[in-house]
Protein backbone atom coordinates (compact mmCIF):
# COMPACT_ATOMS: atom_id res chain seq x y z
CA UNK A 1 0.00 0.00 0.00
CA UNK A 2 0.49 3.45 -0.43
CA UNK A 3 3.39 5.34 2.39
CA UNK A 4 3.28 8.60 2.52
CA UNK A 5 5.82 10.83 4.63
CA UNK A 6 5.80 14.93 4.85
CA UNK A 7 8.58 17.18 6.26
CA UNK A 8 9.66 18.76 8.02
CA UNK A 9 7.26 18.36 11.15
CA UNK A 10 7.29 21.97 12.20
CA UNK A 11 8.29 24.95 10.00
CA UNK A 12 8.62 28.40 12.06
CA UNK A 13 8.39 31.19 9.46
CA UNK A 14 9.29 34.93 9.67
CA UNK A 15 5.43 36.83 8.41
CA UNK A 16 6.30 37.76 4.56
CA UNK A 17 8.96 35.01 3.82
CA UNK A 18 8.13 31.38 1.93
CA UNK A 19 7.28 28.10 3.32
CA UNK A 20 7.95 24.76 1.74
CA UNK A 21 6.48 21.50 2.47
CA UNK A 22 7.10 18.17 0.97
CA UNK A 23 5.51 15.08 0.42
CA UNK A 24 7.13 11.77 -0.86
CA UNK A 25 5.01 8.97 -1.75
CA UNK A 26 5.54 5.32 -2.51
CA UNK A 27 2.53 4.36 -4.80
CA UNK A 28 4.05 5.27 -8.56
CA UNK A 29 0.42 4.72 -9.79
CA UNK A 30 -0.56 7.84 -7.65
CA UNK A 31 -2.08 10.52 -10.00
CA UNK A 32 -4.04 12.77 -7.56
CA UNK A 33 -1.75 15.06 -5.03
CA UNK A 34 -4.33 17.49 -2.60
CA UNK A 35 -2.64 19.46 0.34
CA UNK A 36 -5.26 20.09 3.31
CA UNK A 37 -4.95 23.23 5.60
CA UNK A 38 -6.42 21.91 9.22
CA UNK A 39 -6.98 25.32 11.89
CA UNK A 40 -6.90 24.36 15.65
CA UNK A 41 -10.25 22.86 16.43
CA UNK A 42 -11.66 22.41 12.62
CA UNK A 43 -11.56 19.81 10.02
CA UNK A 44 -8.99 20.03 7.02
CA UNK A 45 -9.80 21.83 4.33
CA UNK A 46 -8.69 21.21 0.70
CA UNK A 47 -6.40 24.06 -0.73
CA UNK A 48 -4.73 23.05 -3.65
CA UNK A 49 -4.56 19.82 -5.35
CA UNK A 50 -2.61 18.52 -8.94
CA UNK A 51 -2.93 15.87 -10.97
CA UNK A 52 -0.35 13.65 -12.60
CA UNK A 53 0.02 15.35 -16.21
CA UNK A 54 0.70 18.68 -14.86
CA UNK A 55 4.11 20.03 -12.84
CA UNK A 56 3.29 23.00 -11.15
CA UNK A 57 -0.19 24.74 -9.95
CA UNK A 58 -0.36 28.08 -8.41
CA UNK A 59 -3.28 29.90 -7.10
CA UNK A 60 -2.25 33.60 -5.73
CA UNK A 61 0.25 33.12 -3.08
CA UNK A 62 0.08 29.06 -2.56
CA UNK A 63 1.52 27.00 -5.58
CA UNK A 64 1.94 22.95 -5.88
CA UNK A 65 5.05 21.12 -7.45
CA UNK A 66 5.50 17.71 -8.73
CA UNK A 67 8.04 15.70 -9.53
CA UNK A 68 6.32 11.90 -10.40
CA UNK A 69 10.20 10.57 -11.43
CA UNK A 70 11.03 10.86 -7.51
CA UNK A 71 7.80 10.69 -6.21
CA UNK A 72 7.21 13.57 -4.14
CA UNK A 73 5.17 16.79 -4.02
CA UNK A 74 5.36 20.17 -2.49
CA UNK A 75 3.31 23.14 -0.82
CA UNK A 76 4.98 26.36 -1.46
CA UNK A 77 4.30 29.43 0.38
CA UNK A 78 4.99 32.75 -0.66
CA UNK A 79 4.25 36.07 1.26
CA UNK A 80 2.96 34.38 4.57
CA UNK A 81 0.92 35.98 7.31
CA UNK A 82 -0.36 34.85 10.44
CA UNK A 83 -3.23 33.36 9.43
CA UNK A 84 -1.52 30.70 7.04
CA UNK A 85 -0.29 29.52 10.67
CA UNK A 86 -1.71 25.44 10.75
CA UNK A 87 -1.08 21.79 10.30
CA UNK A 88 -1.06 20.63 6.54
CA UNK A 89 -1.38 17.19 5.26
CA UNK A 90 -0.84 16.05 1.98
CA UNK A 91 -2.81 12.53 0.78
CA UNK A 92 -1.46 11.31 -2.91
CA UNK A 93 -4.40 8.97 -4.35
CA UNK A 94 -4.10 6.11 -6.67
CA UNK A 95 -6.93 5.78 -9.41
CA UNK A 96 -9.74 3.19 -9.00
CA UNK A 97 -9.72 3.82 -5.07
CA UNK A 98 -11.58 5.66 -2.30
CA UNK A 99 -9.02 5.02 0.08
CA UNK A 100 -6.67 8.68 1.07
CA UNK A 101 -3.41 8.01 2.83
CA UNK A 102 -2.72 11.16 5.07
CA UNK A 103 1.02 12.10 5.69
CA UNK A 104 1.48 12.38 9.74
CA UNK A 105 1.34 16.35 8.70
CA UNK A 106 3.50 19.71 9.41
CA UNK A 107 2.71 22.75 11.73
CA UNK A 108 3.63 25.79 10.20
CA UNK A 109 3.65 28.71 12.65
CA UNK A 110 4.25 32.24 11.02
CA UNK A 111 5.37 34.73 12.96
CA UNK A 112 4.67 38.30 13.18
CA UNK B 1 -25.80 24.13 2.75
CA UNK B 2 -24.63 22.82 5.88
CA UNK B 3 -21.53 20.80 4.19
CA UNK B 4 -20.68 17.94 6.56
CA UNK B 5 -22.08 18.15 10.16
CA UNK B 6 -21.04 15.80 13.04
CA UNK B 7 -23.00 15.40 16.20
CA UNK B 8 -21.85 14.70 19.10
CA UNK B 9 -18.72 17.35 19.35
CA UNK B 10 -17.67 15.98 22.77
CA UNK B 11 -18.30 12.58 23.99
CA UNK B 12 -16.75 10.84 27.11
CA UNK B 13 -17.43 7.01 27.36
CA UNK B 14 -16.75 4.66 29.59
CA UNK B 15 -15.08 1.25 28.63
CA UNK B 16 -17.83 -1.03 27.45
CA UNK B 17 -19.84 1.08 26.57
CA UNK B 18 -21.26 1.61 22.92
CA UNK B 19 -22.28 4.58 20.81
CA UNK B 20 -22.77 6.27 17.36
CA UNK B 21 -21.08 9.27 16.00
CA UNK B 22 -23.74 10.86 13.77
CA UNK B 23 -23.09 12.41 10.14
CA UNK B 24 -24.80 13.81 7.80
CA UNK B 25 -23.66 16.05 4.39
CA UNK B 26 -26.69 18.28 2.49
CA UNK B 27 -24.21 18.14 -0.92
CA UNK B 28 -25.81 14.69 -2.42
CA UNK B 29 -22.39 13.46 -2.24
CA UNK B 30 -21.95 9.89 -3.67
CA UNK B 31 -18.57 9.41 -1.36
CA UNK B 32 -18.49 9.58 2.82
CA UNK B 33 -15.82 8.22 4.84
CA UNK B 34 -15.10 8.17 8.46
CA UNK B 35 -11.39 9.16 9.50
CA UNK B 36 -9.91 9.60 13.06
CA UNK B 37 -6.97 11.70 14.06
CA UNK B 38 -4.52 11.16 16.51
CA UNK B 39 -1.45 13.18 18.10
CA UNK B 40 1.79 12.85 15.80
CA UNK B 41 -0.14 10.40 13.28
CA UNK B 42 -2.58 12.36 10.51
CA UNK B 43 -5.86 11.13 9.70
CA UNK B 44 -6.29 7.36 9.29
CA UNK B 45 -9.08 5.98 7.12
CA UNK B 46 -11.68 3.45 9.26
CA UNK B 47 -14.44 2.83 6.73
CA UNK B 48 -15.76 4.76 3.89
CA UNK B 49 -18.84 3.91 1.36
CA UNK B 50 -19.14 5.05 -2.38
CA UNK B 51 -23.02 5.51 -2.21
CA UNK B 52 -26.15 3.95 -0.15
CA UNK B 53 -26.01 0.08 0.85
CA UNK B 54 -21.81 0.14 -0.23
CA UNK B 55 -19.80 -0.07 2.52
CA UNK B 56 -15.76 -0.91 2.87
CA UNK B 57 -13.08 -1.25 5.52
CA UNK B 58 -10.22 1.68 5.69
CA UNK B 59 -7.03 1.37 7.55
CA UNK B 60 -8.17 0.82 11.07
CA UNK B 61 -11.70 -0.61 11.13
CA UNK B 62 -11.17 -3.03 13.56
CA UNK B 63 -13.90 -1.77 16.57
CA UNK B 64 -16.22 0.37 14.41
CA UNK B 65 -19.40 -0.41 12.15
CA UNK B 66 -21.15 1.66 9.57
CA UNK B 67 -23.98 1.37 7.45
CA UNK B 68 -25.40 3.95 4.77
CA UNK B 69 -29.17 3.46 4.25
CA UNK B 70 -29.32 7.09 2.65
CA UNK B 71 -27.03 9.10 0.78
CA UNK B 72 -27.23 12.03 3.13
CA UNK B 73 -26.41 9.70 6.38
CA UNK B 74 -23.61 8.03 7.63
CA UNK B 75 -23.30 6.84 11.04
CA UNK B 76 -19.97 5.41 12.98
CA UNK B 77 -20.83 2.61 15.80
CA UNK B 78 -18.46 1.99 18.60
CA UNK B 79 -19.11 -1.11 19.47
CA UNK B 80 -17.37 -1.52 22.90
CA UNK B 81 -15.45 1.46 23.20
CA UNK B 82 -11.55 1.35 24.23
CA UNK B 83 -9.45 3.74 25.40
CA UNK B 84 -7.32 3.29 22.36
CA UNK B 85 -10.70 4.40 20.77
CA UNK B 86 -10.02 7.67 22.56
CA UNK B 87 -9.41 10.07 19.45
CA UNK B 88 -10.81 13.31 17.43
CA UNK B 89 -13.42 11.33 14.55
CA UNK B 90 -13.70 13.18 11.01
CA UNK B 91 -16.43 12.53 8.47
CA UNK B 92 -15.49 13.58 5.29
CA UNK B 93 -17.55 13.76 1.66
CA UNK B 94 -17.06 13.97 -2.00
CA UNK B 95 -18.19 13.32 -5.25
CA UNK B 96 -16.31 10.39 -7.67
CA UNK B 97 -14.97 13.27 -9.97
CA UNK B 98 -16.03 13.68 -13.72
CA UNK B 99 -13.71 14.41 -17.04
CA UNK B 100 -10.61 12.76 -15.26
CA UNK B 101 -11.02 15.08 -12.02
CA UNK B 102 -11.82 14.16 -8.51
CA UNK B 103 -13.79 15.58 -6.66
CA UNK B 104 -12.98 18.15 -3.87
CA UNK B 105 -13.37 16.15 -0.13
CA UNK B 106 -15.29 18.37 2.51
CA UNK B 107 -14.97 17.77 6.02
CA UNK B 108 -16.50 17.39 9.30
CA UNK B 109 -15.56 20.06 12.65
CA UNK B 110 -14.97 16.73 14.35
CA UNK B 111 -16.20 14.76 17.64
CA UNK B 112 -13.74 14.69 20.37
CA UNK B 113 -14.08 11.33 22.00
CA UNK B 114 -12.81 10.49 25.04
CA UNK B 115 -12.81 6.61 26.48
CA UNK B 116 -11.89 6.24 30.06
Known amino acids: GENVEQHPSTLSVQEGDSAVIKCTYSDSASNYFPWYKQELGKGPQLIIDIRSNVGEKKDQRIAVTLNKTAKHFSLHITETQPEDSAVYFC???????????FGTGTRLKVLA | NAGVTQTPKFQVLKTGQSMTLQCAQD?????MSWYRQDPGMGLRLIHY???????DQGEVPNGYNVSRSTTEDFPLRLLSAAPSQTSVYFC???????????????FGPGTRLTVL
Open chain 1, 91 to 101: APLPPGTYKYI
Open chain 2, 49 to 55: SVGAGIT
Open chain 2, 92 to 106: ASRQPGTRGRTGEQF
Open chain 2, 27 to 31: MNHEY
